[in-house]
C-alpha cells in the first residue's frame, strides 16, 4: 500500500530523473497539461500553460550540458487533493555546483499525481538581502 | 457573493500590502502558523515553519527601505481547497526597480485563504540561462 506521500515523492523524483536524463516524454509524463501551469526556472519569467512549459525544457534539453542533481533538504506535504515539496536542487555542471531553491506543487489527478507548478531559484551565498 | 477566486486575489493583496506597510501584525494574519509552511525570499535558502518565516519579515520589516510593490502579470487558480496566484513583482525602492516572479499558495480554512508557500526570485534582463 502506497502511502500519498510517497506517491507524491515518488512523482517529484520522476521529474528530476526526466530532467537529467534530458527526456523530454518523461519530463511530459510528469506535468498536468493545462493552461493553469505554471514554470519558473532559475533567473527566468514565469512561464504559463503546457505550451510554454514544453518549450522551455525542449530548449533546455536540447541546449544544457547533463546536469546532476543532488536533491536535500525535501519537505512533501499532502493537503487533500494538492502536495507540495520543497527541496534544495545541488545542481553538479562539468566543474561547478550550484544550490537552486526549489518549490514543486502536484494536484491529484486520475493519472496519478501531477505536477501544476515548479519554482526554482539561485541561493545566494549570503541570505542577507 | 465572493467567489473562491476573489477570496483568493483579495489574500495575495493583503499579504503585499502587509509587505508594503512593513505591518507583522498584518504579515502574520495573512499566513498559516505551521510547520508546513515555506518561505523563499529572492536570492535567500527556503524558510520553513511560522518561526522562520515569522523572523525573516521582522527582520526585513527592520532592516529594508520602504518598498512599493507594482504587481502585474496575475493569475490565480482555485483547485478544491487549494488556490496559488502566480505574479510579477515589479519592486520599487529609492532609485531602482526590479522584477521578481512570485509564487504565492493558499489553503483554504475557516478563518479563510491562508499562505502556505511564498517563492519569490529574481527575473533576469536576458531568460537564457
Known amino acids: 500500500m502506497t502511502t500519498d506521500l510517497e ?3 515518488a512523482a517529484n523524483k520522476a521529474f528530476y530523473a526526466a530532467f537529467e536524463a534530458r527526456d523530454l516524454d518523461a519530463m511530459s509524463a510528469v506535468w498536468e497539461h493545462s493552461d493553469r501551469i505554471i514554470c519558473t526556472h532559475p533567473g527566468w519569467a514565469s512561464l504559463r500553460g503546457w505550451g510554454q512549459v514544453a518549450a522551455s525544457f525542449f530548449a ?3 541546449n544544457s550540458q547533463h546536469l546532476q542533481f543532488i536533491l536535500t533538504k525535501e519537505t512533501a506535504e499532502v493537503a487533500g487533493d494538492t502536495a ?3 527541496v534544495d ?3 553538479l555542471q562539468s566543474t561547478n ?4 531553491a526549489a518549490f514543486n506543487l502536484f494536484v491529484r489527478t486520475a493519472g496519478g499525481w501531477k505536477l501544476v507548478a515548479h519554482h526554482a531559484s539561485p541561493v545566494s ?3 542577507d538581502t
Open 7 to 9: 506517491s507524491v515523492v
Open 60 to 62: 533546455l534539453f536540447q
Open 84 to 86: 507540495w515539496v520543497a
Open 89 to 91: 536542487e545541488n545542481i
Open 97 to 100: 555546483a550550484t544550490t537552486v
Open 125 to 127: 551565498d549570503s541570505t
